[in-house]
Nanobody
């Protein structure tokens, strides 16, 4: 059974940094793509950064150069390093895995950036 648990969200001032983590349980026999999503208050969930099974990474334009997605070996934790945070980065951050074992979401971690 696959389970994702996000952590690392906090209240931070603009210009600060946070490191989010997504602990991945139960993916021992299945490889996966992983995506970080953000859901701002009153808005739809949108993708922010992704890492494919081959290790290639993608970022939405407004975070490129500020956020970095990475994964440990043996792919049990996915990190999102967020630097130079802005108030518009505020939201609930979710990780999602997708692959032969299906699609799975975590419960989210709250990031609040004050101006």
């Amino acid at each position: 059974q696959v389970e994702l648990v996000e952590s690392g969200g906090d209240l931070v001032q603009a210009g600060g940094a946070l490191s989010l983590a997504c602990a991945v349980y139960g993916h021992t026999y299945c490889d996966y793509d992983v995506t970080w999503y953000r859901q701002a208050p009153g808005k739809e969930r949108e993708w922010v950064s992704a890492m494919d099974m081959d290790g290639s990474t993608r970022y939405i334009d407004y975070v490129r150069g500020r956020f970095t997605i990475s994964q440990n070996s043996p792919k049990t934790t996915v990190h999102l390093q967020m630097n130079n945070l802005k108030p518009e980065d505020t939201g609930m951050y979710y990780c999602k895995t997708w692959g032969p074992c299906g699609t799975h979401w975590g419960q989210g971690t709250q990031v609040t950036v004050s101006s």
